[in-house]
T-cell receptor, first 115, second 113 residues
Framework: AQSVAQPEDQVNVAEGNPLTVKCTYSVSGNPYLFWYVQYPNRGLQFLLK??????LVKGSYGFEAEFNKSQTSFHLKRPSALVSDSALYFC?????????????FGQGTTLQVKP | GAGVSQTPSNKVTEKGKYVELRCDPI?????LYWYRQSLGQGPEFLIY????????DSGLPNDRFFAVRPEGSVSTLKIQRTERGDSAVYLC???????????FGSGTRLTVV
């Protein structure tokens, strides 16, 4: 069965330090992978996607993610965390080319950045 | 409009009642999706429309749930005989191309009492 897992319910990091939010996937075919962020009482906002090409993907607001096929991972990273990055982050995946775009989401990771 | 609009933003209904949730996608987006997000969980896929037709309704939990998109734009998610377990945030999203991610609305928070 296809699945996306975020092994950490919460990640705490000090402002200015690098942050990583982990994601692993089990998606058939060539996976399309996404990261979304959700602020309180707001919809999910797209951060970045991996479709094909370079394994390091750069996205919105200075975030990046590294696709690692051998480890089936797609961890979200940012070199220097901001307090305003505190939010709920979701990793999602879908089957590659020809799919309907139906996304399978992880359970979410709460990122807490402390000043 | 500029984004995906969902109405109402909040809906409280009594168990057994019928509800309709509306989604206005971004103009020109042919793909439209409904997801359901329960507290503490990631969104779960319900149904996908390409144009007017439901291309994938495999996520609808049972026959109490139904969705339409008659003119290929606005979509309505309909829930009959609501149950307390239907309480969740219902998210709508649209996209010009399903392979490239999509834009979500702010959701409708449904509470069944």
């Amino acid at each position: 069965a296809q699945s996306v897992a975020q092994p950490e319910d919460q990640v705490n990091v000090a402002e200015g330090n690098p942050l990583t939010v982990k994601c692993t996937y089990s998606v058939s075919g060539n996976p399309y992978l996404f990261w979304y962020v959700q602020y309180p009482n707001r919809g999910l906002q797209f951060l970045l996607k991996y479709i094909t090409g370079d394994n390091l993907v750069k996205g919105s607001y200075g975030f990046e993610a590294e696709f690692n096929k051998s480890q089936t991972s797609f961890h979200l990273k940012r070199p220097s965390a901001l307090v305003s990055d505190s939010a709920l982050y979701f990793c999602a995946g879908s089957m590659g080319s020809g799919n309907t775009g139906k996304l399978i989401f992880g359970q979410g990771t709460t990122l807490q950045v402390k000043p | 409009g500029a984004g995906v609009s969902q109405t109402p933003s909040n809906k409280v209904t009594e168990k057994g009642k019928y509800v309709e949730l509306r989604c206005d996608p971004i103009s020109g987006h042919t793909a439209l999706y409904w997801y359901r997000q329960s507290l503490g969980q990631g969104p779960e896929f319900l149904i996908y429309f390409q144009g007017t037709g439901a291309a994938d309704d495999s996520g609808l939990p049972n026959d109490r749930f139904f969705a339409v998109r008659p003119e290929g734009s606005v979509s309505t998610l309909k829930i009959q005989r609501t149950e307390r377990g239907d309480s969740a945030v219902y998210l709508c999203a649209s996209s010009p191309d399903p392979n490239y991610g999509y834009t979500f609305g702010s959701g409708t928070r449904l509470t069944v009492v």
